[in-house]
């Protein structure tokens, strides 16, 4: 992923401040990926984890995203993420920290650094393969970027 101009940066960066009401973390999450298909906590969206045997360094979920839905500010502090849309019809806007603005659809994919903030609008209704590198140790992780607790 290379960085945009100076000023996209810039309405990026505003952007997901004002999505995480202009506050820094406040939040660290670590839930279990689920085996079947659930809701995201307080979303409407859906995910769940698959299992790769021949990706042994790797975390991974489909994760469902409902048309105006939205995943707040977050990042990852040591693991890339990749993520492809896997339907047809399916769009995101993609809001990456110090890098830019990003529209993500089918049948394009994405990897994020390690510890950048990022967030999502889902423009349509938007099936996400997801990866994480290098897998997660024990239950899915992130910081959130808001003064509320996101996710319980």
Known sequence: MKPQSALNIAKTNLKLRLMAGLTGFKTIETIDIPKVITKFPKTKDD???????????VSSCIYKGCKNSVFDPHLHKKRREHLAVMNEGGKLTLYVKDYGTYVLEYPNAIVIPEGVVHACEFNTYTVLMIFWHPRFRKSWDAEFESSDDKIK
């Open 47 to 57: 995910w769940c984890s698959v299992d790769i045997p021949q990706l042994d360094n």
